[in-house]
């Protein structure tokens, strides 16, 4: 199931290692035989021509298309290709204008969430994922959160390390608990009150707090949210989520007898669906009642994935 799930498979080999050779990487990025892939803004730039199947690539370059960008656009290092090249990724700033550079036709930014709906694909849609997760913590993180000085990148792309008072500041990623309650043969979705027009139904989800682990945190958000007591959950999938760094962690959780409580503030309603009304939720065409057409995430989505896993579970 994992390598269906966008933002997963990672293709080349991250080479921690190599991060703290300085010489070594001011080597690579010298190196026109090195590759380069650009976002700006948060959006991966990605070639002009499409694959017959609607797909599209990243925009690799040689490294020495850093001369054509402004001087001290951030860079990250990703890896080594199976070759042994090197692949980094460039922060284009918000006001570069493609078009008017040397670079012009060469490709064009596409917005994350819509270029993950089956336009990069794969190994491709998990680099620039990466790539973003580290700029946006760059542009995030610029101050050191312990004595406020001005932070400087340092290992590739990977840390930043604050001149005043040596301290050392790494990526973060925040975890996240997503879960589908489950009772025989039906699963419980609900409607969040604040994100969800009528009509679209998801698994419930929270951030896993301090001291807690990914179970425990299934537990209390499934009661805090639903009301629902968990007698037993499991982790079925993960999924790094970059809007922003997030790792969605997937689980089914088994729930006791008794009558769903929502929390209005977060929840505007739920609904327990069968397999076959939880399957037609997730097709096109969508389940029908009270007058909507109902409808669960797309496979963009780790809910989609859990949904699926449930019903598949059964055969
Ligand atoms: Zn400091």
Redesign the pocket.
């Known amino acids: 199931m994992s390598a269906a799930m966008p933002f997963t498979g990672f293709p080349i080999d991250r080479a921690g290692l190599k991060r703290r050779e300085a010489e070594w990487i001011a080597g690579r990025l010298a190196d026109p035989g090195s590759d380069l892939i650009l976002l700006q803004a948060g959006q991966p730039v990605l070639e002009m021509q499409a694959a017959a199947d609607g797909s599209r690539a990243l925009l690799r370059l040689s490294a020495s298309a850093l001369g054509a960008l402004p001087d001290g656009v951030p860079t990250v290092f990703l890896g080594l290709e199976g070759d042994g090249r090197a692949v980094f990724a460039a922060s284009l700033p918000r006001r570069f204008d493609l078009e008017t550079s040397p670079l012009a036709g060469l490709g064009e930014p596409a917005e994350m969430r819509a270029a993950a709906a089956g336009i990069l694909v794969g190994g491709e849609l998990a680099l620039a994922a990466t790539a973003k997760d580290l700029f946006d913590w760059h542009e995030r993180h610029g101050f050191?959160a312990?004595?406020?000085?001005a932070?400087e990148i340092a290992e590739a792309g990977w840390k930043r390390v604050?001149p005043?008072?040596?301290?050392e500041h790494f990526p973060r990623t925040d975890p996240v608990a997503i879960m589908l309650p489950v009772r025989g043969d039906q699963c419980f979705l609900a409607r969040n009150a604040q994100r969800f027009p009528r009509g679209f139904v998801s698994a419930l989800a929270g951030f896993i707090e301090p001291g807690e682990t990914v179970e425990e945190a299934c537990a209390r958000e499934v009661m805090e949210e639903a009301g629902l007591r968990v007698l037993s959950s499991r982790i079925v999938s993960n999924q790094p989520w970059p809007f922003p760094s997030q790792l969605m962690i997937g689980l089914l959780a088994e729930v006791a007898e008794g009558d769903a409580v929502l929390d209005l503030d977060e929840l505007a309603e739920g609904f327990w669906f069968t397999r076959d009304e939880a399957r037609a939720l997730l097709s096109p065409q969508g389940l029908s009642f009270d007058g909507v057409t109902w409808r669960a995430p797309p496979p963009l989505a780790i809910a989609h994935h859990l949904i699926t896993a449930w019903i598949d579970a059964q055969t």
Do not use: F, K, L, Y
Not at 146 to 149: P, Q, S
Not at 164 to 167: D, F, L
């Open positions: 050191c312990r004595c406020g000085a932070s604050c005043s008072c040596g301290a």
